[in-house]
């Protein structure tokens, strides 16, 4: 199956984008890397085979190049950082 995760640079993202690669599973992410944990989620995701897109949601064509055939789209993605 192909997965989707958006937000999966965050905690919870990249956790379930990695639980995905190891039970077999063909993962895409949709992502920022505004902050170290971030940056470091990204390298770690890309290491496990996930296919990282960075970018956000509000980008319409990475969404469209992020949900090409895939079957299930998680959505994660929150604009924490703006709150302040």
């Given amino acids: 199956m192909r997965i989707c995760v ?3 640079t965050g905690f919870i993202g990249s956790r379930m984008a990695v639980y995905f690669i190891e039970q077999g599973h063909d993962v895409v992410v949709l992502a920022l890397t505004n902050n170290e944990h971030e940056i470091d989620n990204q390298k770690m995701l890309k290491d496990k085979g996930v296919e990282v897109v960075i970018g956000d ?20 993605a929150a604009a924490q950082h703006e709150a302040g």
Avoid at 57 to 76: A, E, N, P, R, Y
Wanted: aromatic share 8%; glycine share 8%.
């Fill in 57 to 76: 949601v509000t980008q319409v064509s990475k969404i469209q190049s992020c949900v090409k055939g895939v079957d299930w789209v998680f959505h994660l």
């Fill in 6 to 8: 958006t937000g999966a």
